[in-house]
Antibody, heavy 119, light 109 residues
Framework: QVQLQQWGAGLLKPSETLSLTCGVS????????YSWVRQSPGKGLEWIGE???????NHNPSLKSRVSLSVDRSKNQVSLRLRFVTAADTAVYYC??????????????WGKGTTVTVS | EIVMTQSPATLSVSPGERATLSCRAS??????LAWYQQKPGQAPRVLIY???TRATGIPARFSGSGSGTEFTLTISSLQSEDLAVYYCQYYNNWPPRVTFGPGTKVDIK
């Protein structure tokens, strides 16, 4: 059963760069897009962007200028970097596997989430 | 840009009763809609995709319906473990973008 394990720094100062990594285990890395989704305290879900094994990316326009997504195929890992963080970037960050059935997209496997605080 | 709205914001239902959650899109999204359940302190879990297809392992009491701009998630007989926030999600094929609704919190009455 595929698992997504996340790690990265949990406490940042304003203007620093958030850096998180998501490792995919127990199943093929190829053929899926991996998304990053965040949830600010007490708020809803916000999609940040997605990347596939070839490095093709799609972004939320509202964050695109500060976001970098990357992939390490040799390690089955995807990474998120978010530059110039502020308190508004304080959130739980999730990685999730996206899949498409016919033309319907959904995220079927999620990491446990990483809490990032900017203070 | 398509905007997703959900109603009500909070729904209180007694165990065993039916819960009906609504999701509306600002434009026609065909059937490209998924529903997620997020329990307190947990990551979201997909319940429904393609408007009405239950994801693997999801109990039959969860069902989805709708088309175009109006969608519904129904929990036929609410269980105490269904206490959660439920989000609808739309995927725009081009340019690719994921949009979540603001969520409906289901309380056990």
């Amino acid at each position: 059963q595929v698992q997504l394990q996340q790690w990265g720094a949990g406490l940042l100062k304003p203007s620093e760069t958030l850096s998180l990594t998501c490792g995919v285990s127990n199943e093929s890395f190829i053929g899926y897009y991996y998304s990053w989704v965040r949830q600010s305290p007490g708020k809803g879900l916000e999609w940040i962007g997605e990347i596939n094994h070839s490095g093709n990316t799609n972004h939320n326009p509202s964050l695109k200028s500060r976001v970098s997504l990357s992939v390490d195929r040799s390690k089955n890992q995807v990474s998120l970097r978010l530059r110039f963080v502020t308190a508004a970037d304080t959130a739980v960050y999730y990685c999730a596997r996206g899949r498409i059935f016919i033309s319907y997209f959904y995220m079927d496997v999620w990491g446990k989430g990483t809490t990032v605080t900017v203070s | 840009e398509i905007v997703m709205t959900q109603s009500p914001a909070t729904l209180s239902v007694s165990p065993g009763e039916r819960a009906t959650l609504s999701c509306r899109a600002s434009q026609n999204i065909d059937n490209n809609l998924a529903w997620y359940q997020q329990k307190p302190g947990q990551a979201p879990r997909v319940l429904i995709y393609g408007t009405s297809t239950r994801a693997t392992g999801i109990p039959a009491r969860f069902s989805g319906s709708g088309s175009g701009t109006e969608f519904t998630l129904t929990i036929s007989s609410l269980q105490s473990e269904d206490l959660a926030v439920y989000y609808c999600q739309y995927y725009n094929n081009w340019p690719p973008r994921v949009t979540f609704g603001p969520g409906t919190k289901v309380d056990i009455k």
